[in-house]
């Protein structure tokens, strides 16, 4: 059962309006006081007894209306709550609850899917819940209401389901391994379940593996599936435990290692299970491979690191070297014995002793101190050795030269096994500190003089508990004049107990975030002040002692009051600039853009600022008014500073004038008065150039409409002064008002209908044009001495200046409807708000008249129908719409409430057809409403909520499953298919890989025998020239010439040159028939010429087709007919070529090896030819021993063979049937007899009336 929750939205003002004139409608009836006295009883009868739990509060949360489900969800029975509040009735209402109450109150919308509510005994329920604010007529929120449903049973099933699945997953997901059960039957394999840690080990999901058992068996490495298959195949045979061992390949190309486990067992069926785990090796693998990269790497590293110390002992050296200071090792034994095992360089900077000279004897060192220091140096190193702090002191010191230095001494301690202590440290050189205390004592004058007289404000903070709390320690002049705190009464206080809570807190995350950060930060405050907002910049610096600890915290402030209000104004300027729809633009004297805004670049359709600045102003102009613009515009505007006018703009994109209303100015230098730059701010013109050109047809028309329309239509032109006078009126206003039209022509409010009514239409004619929108009011006016009332609209006209200088007022009599509506407005206009505020269709439906007596207006919304057409279908409207199908349940529906009880809800589900013709499901919860004299129920109250979306899905869900159940058969049965096909594409790769690699070689000889040629012809043409001019050479060459035989040469190497050629020739065919039989670049579905790809084949074929030691050559007779391109996947197509081929020379190989002779003349014929205007044949047939008729019906079988095992898989026939039949819609079939060899015939179609899937 779905929830019926009702979500509430306001509605929009033209939903106002419809439910007024629905309302007036029924008032202008016979019957209305009554027919509205009766909504009235059904409506708060509706509210009462609806299916859903619902409550309507006024703004103090009182009760105002609650249903009966509202009761029953919250335990209050018959308890009298209507006019209490809710917190009284709830007393146990958390603040939060309040809080969402006030914002509702405010106009929120909350909402909440699912949310715990704590009843008042301590039990806790879930609930769904949703709260609305409702309107009052004036627009103000009344009240809210709240809409409510205990989902605490259906919760607590999730949450049940939930841990069950979830105990369940735990189990399989912390399992070291893919927990697994294969079955085989027949060879067949499934996967009845596998864990989801399958995904870790092999890449795949456990529902695809579950599915396709080959998605796994296409994971393991090509390397290892024969060992695999064996090990499965040998257990099958010999109940014993699987093991294995190998390699598995996941999607992502990552190669990991896997260890499968089980101990078949066989079941009734005589199927095979495998039960076991499948376990992750890599790690150990990995493991083996690297320990033995690890031990010979290790030697090597040894010297690696050896040869790194080295160099960190020399680099350290240096450091300690070039350190401003003495570094030191100073060791303390038990004993007292003092020594420096290590001492740097600077020794003798800083001492003045050589550092051999301190190791050799501390107290070399210790001489040196001033006799008044000696004592504090010697205790502070007795306390650091004791507490093992570090080492901090400072003395005097004068060097055996007779100079007095001040000395610095840092270092930290450790405590031996032993008890020696030793200090790691450095001695620095102060002395010139003692000249800074000086510099430092004028420093704070200095300081102290900013500090009082700087105009902004500071002051100091303690950081007390490492930055818990701060205390304030003083404040300069400046800041006690700017804060509007008394900020004397804080010096000494914390902030806890300066500062309210709250202030005290924000302001305490701010210090602490200047600790946290150790460095300055700022941030921005505003506050008020005699009724000025003020802003302070505020800057935290924090202070560190000696130990780098913040101690305190310095806090400056100054008012950036003026330059927020510039950065606002700023900002304003801005944003009124990119956001008008008007073209602003600035440009340089030059012409040449700066800027212009979104509004002007998508006028020109100039995609970018970056694209418009590539242009000039005059760019934009239409060019036929270039030169106006030249000649005119830009001499006025350097003259006078601006140009108002009409121009038109091009449209970059169209070419396309733009009329606009153009507005140039140059803006000057305020000091020199001289233009700067030149700015426009330019509006289109296109929409009022169309309107007037319109304007005249539909003067035309209004008129007709004026002069025609039963509706009273006056007109009151509004003078500059603003004074207003009647213009006119239509012949309606006439004939009701009993008027004359020439007799209202000039005259004021106060003229036609005289002081008092006059003044208070004055005054609204004078709100419409205050407000310069259309305006709706009743009002009450005398004519012939009778008050009747009025619905009048008044409709502002605005000229061509923005001033409205007419009113066009509308009215119509109410005088009759008045006086019912004002009786029972309020009370109805409540009631109905709460009702069309739910998007769920609220209806009252009559059993006896089988009719629908109410509905709210989200009848109009859900199903799309007007109100127009839902009053045309009028009683028949649920027949109408209702499927077919459903009546007769609804019917029997209806049926059941003859033995049904007050306060009963019955359920049910059914469609309806929306305007657009699309079928609704609809879920409605119905309970008795009314009942007729006799006590039978006449009436039933139901909410109908759209479950369209949950049945579409329901309706998916079950053909997703049908579909998986169909896909899981054909899965089973291409199972082989696609085995075969990984197979071939492997091949077809290598097969192009081959190709590719040796035709990059061969092209290269290729290419370079013709420039090979031409240059040996050009060495012979040279050698020629040289036996014209030189005909008797030296001895000794014409003996090189006798020896390498000269002209032999000469002649041999043209033939060597030409034979190589001929070589190269042949093997880029060979490449290209290899890469036509691959296709790896053809496997889309195509027009190829069928003879190619028989010839590639054959070509692969090659080398099969020789003679051998046992056999004679096999001739291949072509018997090609003129065939057309044919539409096919030529890369499949071949692989029929290459199986039914492969198949033939097999026969011709192995009758002869059967029958110990050689048939005389081996022979396969390729026969192809045009059957028909849409159908080509391809014939391959030997001339072995032929196909028995027993075994010609099974050739195209899975996995039937005639051949010895090792030798076929038997898929080869089933998968080339498979891709002409299947895949092309065409034939193959065998023609054969005993003897007589045997012929394949494939017919596949020219052309594909639809690409095949």
Not at 49 to 74: G, K
Not at 139 to 161: C, D, P, S, Y
Not at 237 to 246: D, S, V
Request: net charge negative; hydrophobic share 40%; glycine share 6%.
């Amino acid at each position: 059962m779905t929830s019926n929750l009702i979500t509430v939205d306001k509605n929009t003002y033209e939903s106002l309006q419809q439910e007024l004139t629905e309302l007036r409608q029924i008032v202008g009836s016979n019957h209305c006081l009554s027919t509205l006295k009766s909504r009235q009883q059904q409506m708060q009868l509706f509210i009462e007894y609806t299916p859903a739990a619902i409550a309507v509060f006024d703004c103090e949360m009182r009760y105002l209306l609650v249903s009966q489900r509202w009761r029953e969800d919250y335990s209050l029975g018959d308890e009298e709550i209507i006019g209490r509040s809710h917190y009284e009735v709830f007393p146990e209402i958390s603040q939060n609850w309040r809080e969402i109450h006030q914002r509702c109150l405010a106009g929120a919308i909350e909402k909440s899917e699912e949310d715990i509510f704590i009843r008042a005994n301590g039990t806790t329920e879930w609930v769904k819940w949703e709260i609305h604010p409702w309107y009052e007529e004036s627009g103000a929120v009344g009240g809210i209401i709240m809409f409510t449903e205990v989902i605490t049973t259906r919760k607590q099933t999730e949450i049940a389901l939930a841990n069950s699945e979830k105990f369940l997953r735990n189990i399989a997901a912390n399992v070291p391994g893919a927990i697994f059960q294969f079955t085989n039957h027949n060879g067949v394999w499934r996967v009845d379940y596998v864990s989801d840690f399958i995904w870790e080990l092999a890449g795949i999901s456990a529902a695809a593996a579950m599915q396709n058992f080959d998605s796994f068996l296409a994971c393991i490495h090509p390397e290892d599936i024969e060992n695999f298959t064996a090990s499965v195949l040998e257990v099958i045979e010999n109940p014993i435990p699987w093991h294995y061992e190998g390699r598995l390949i996941k999607p992502t190309g990552e190669v990991v290692w896997w260890q499968g486990d089980s101990t078949p067992i066989r079941n009734n069926q005589g199927e095979v299970i495998f039960c076991g785990v499948l376990l992750d090796i890599t790690q150990r693998k990995q493991a083996e491979a690297e320990l033995k990269r690890l031990n010979e790497e290790l030697e090597a590293r040894v010297e690696e690191r050896t040869a790194e110390l080295r160099h960190s002992e020399a680099r350290l050296q240096r450091l300690a070297d070039n350190v401003p200071g003495m570094l030191y090792e100073f060791s303390l034994q038990p004993d007292g014995t003092v020594s420096f095992p290590y001492a740097s360089s600077r020794c003798q900077e800083i001492l003045g002793l050589a550092p051999a000279e301190i190791k050799e004897d501390a107290s070399f060192a210790f001489s040196l101190i001033h006799p008044d220091d000696l004592g504090g140096v010697q205790q502070a190193i007795a306390n650091s050795a004791q507490t093992l702090q570090n080492f901090d002191s400072e003395w005097r010191m004068m060097t055996l030269a007779g100079k007095k230095k001040w000395v610095k001494a840092f270092s930290f301690p450790e405590r031996q096994i032993d008890g020696e202590v030793i200090w790691y440290g450095c001695l620095f050189d102060i002395s010139d500190n003692q000249k800074t205390q000086q510099q430092l004592q004028a420093q704070a004058q200095f300081l102290q003089s900013i500090w009082e007289g700087v105009d902004y404000g500071i002051f100091v903070l303690d950081v007390l508990d490492d930055g818990a709390e701060f205390r304030y320690v003083k404040f300069n002049p400046a800041v006690l004049q700017l804060s509007p705190m008394p900020l004397k009464s804080f010096v000494g206080r914390t902030m806890a107990a300066a500062l309210p809570a709250d202030m005290a807190y924000y302001y305490r995350r701010r210090y602490q975030e200047c600790i946290k950060l150790r460095k300055s930060i700022f941030f921005e405050e505003s506050f008020w002040n005699n009724n000025q907002e003020n802003w302070w910049l505020l800057n935290i610096t924090p202070l560190f002692d000696s130990n780098s600890q913040i101690t305190q915290l310095v806090v400056t402030t100054t008012d950036i009051t003026e330059r927020k209000q510039a950065e606002q104004d700023r900002q304003i300027f801005v944003s009124l600039i990119e956001n008008s729809s008007d073209f602003i633009g600035f440009a340089s004297l030059e012409g040449k853009p700066r800027f212009l805004n979104e509004s002007a670049l998508n006028l020109v359709g100039v995609e970018s600022l970056e694209v418009a600045k590539t242009f000039n102003i005059i760019d934009y102009v239409f060019p036929d008014d270039r030169q106006e613009f030249l000649q005119q515009i830009l001499p006025i505007v350097m003259q006078q500073g601006m140009w108002q006018g009409e121009l038109r703009f091009r449209h970059f994109q169209t070419e396309t004038a733009i009329p606009v209303d153009y507005n140039m100015f140059a803006i000057k230098n305020p000091e020199t008065g001289d233009p700067m730059c030149f700015a426009t701010i330019t509006r289109d013109a296109s929409e009022r150039k169309d309107a007037e050109n319109k304007l005249q047809e539909q003067e035309q028309f209004l008129r007709s409409i004026y002069d025609g329309v039963p509706q009273l239509i006056f007109v009151i032109n509004v003078l500059e002064n603003g004074e207003f006078r009647f213009a006119g009126c239509n012949s309606s206003a006439e004939k009701s008002m009993g008027i004359n039209h020439a007799t209202i022509i000039g005259k004021t409010p106060e003229e036609l209908l005289g002081t008092i009514e006059g003044v208070a239409v004055r005054q609204r004619y004078q709100s419409c044009v205050d407000t310069g929108k259309e305006i709706t009011y009743e009002e009450c006016l005398t004519f012939n001495e009778q008050e009747t009332w009025w619905f009048t609209t008044l409709n502002p006209l605005t000229n061509n200046e923005g001033r409205i200088y007419q009113i066009v007022g509308t009215t119509w009599n109410i005088t009759q409807r008045k006086q019912a509506e004002e009786a029972l407005q309020a009370n109805q206009h409540f009631i109905q708000r709460i009702a069309d505020s739910s998007p769920n269709i609220l209806y009252i439906f009559d059993l006896e008249e089988q009719r629908n007596i109410y509905a709210n207006q989200e009848l109009v919304t859900l199903l799309g129908y007007s109100n127009t057409e839902i009053q045309q279908m009028g009683d028949n409207l649920l027949p109408m719409i209702m499927h077919p199908g459903d009546r007769e349940r609804v019917s029997l529906h209806h049926q059941q409430f003859l033995d049904t009880k007050d306060g009963d809800i019955m359920e049910i589900e059914f469609r309806v057809r929306r305007a657009n013709g699309e079928w609704c499901w609809l879920y409605c919860r119905e309970t008795p409403f009314n009942r007729n004299e006799e006590g039978h129920i006449k009436q039933i109250l139901g909410v109908s909520t759209d479950i369209t979306e949950r049945k579409q899905t329901e309706i998916q869900l079950q053909a997703q499953a049908k579909n998986l159940e169909n896909t899981l058969r054909e899965l089973q049965r291409t199972q082989a298919q696609l085995i075969h096909s990984e197979k071939m594409s492997s091949v077809g790769n290598m097969v192009a890989g081959v190709a590719h690699e040796i035709n990059n070689p061969v092209n290269f000889i290729h290419g370079n025998l013709i420039p090979a040629s031409e240059y040996v012809q050009d060495l012979l043409h040279l050698l020629k020239l040289y036996e014209q001019y030189y005909p008797e050479p030296a001895a000794e060459i014409q003996a090189e010439i006798d020896d390498m035989e000269l002209d032999f040469l000469k002649e041999d190497l043209i033939k060597l040159l030409q034979s190589m050629r001929v070589g190269t020739q042949r093997i880029r065919e060979i490449v290209l028939s290899l890469r036509n039989f691959s296709r790896l670049d053809e496997a889309e579905f195509k027009l190829v010429d069928i003879h190619e790809g028989l010839d590639s084949t054959l070509m692969i074929l090659h080398h099969r087709l020789k003679a051998k030691a046992d056999n004679s050559e096999i001739t291949v007779v072509k018997e090609y007919g003129k065939l057309p391109l044919v539409d096919c996947y030529p890369g499949q197509l071949n692989q029929v070529f290459m199986n039914i081929l492969s198949n033939a020379i097999d026969a011709l190989e192995d009758l002869v090896l059967i029958n110990g002779e050689e048939i005389p003349h081996p022979q396969i014929r390729i026969r192809t030819e045009v059957i028909n205007s849409n159908l080509v044949a391809i014939h391959i047939a030997d001339n072995g021993k032929g196909i028995p008729p027993g075994i010609v019906s099974k050739l195209f079988d899975p996995f039937f063979t005639t051949k010895d095992v090792g030798k076929g898989t038997g898929l080869g026939l089933s998968i080339s049937y498979q891709i002409v039949v299947d895949r092309h819609g065409g034939k193959l079939y065998c023609k054969s007899a005993p003897g007589k060899g045997a012929e394949f015939v494939i017919e596949i179609p020219i052309t594909q009336p639809e690409m095949p899937t």
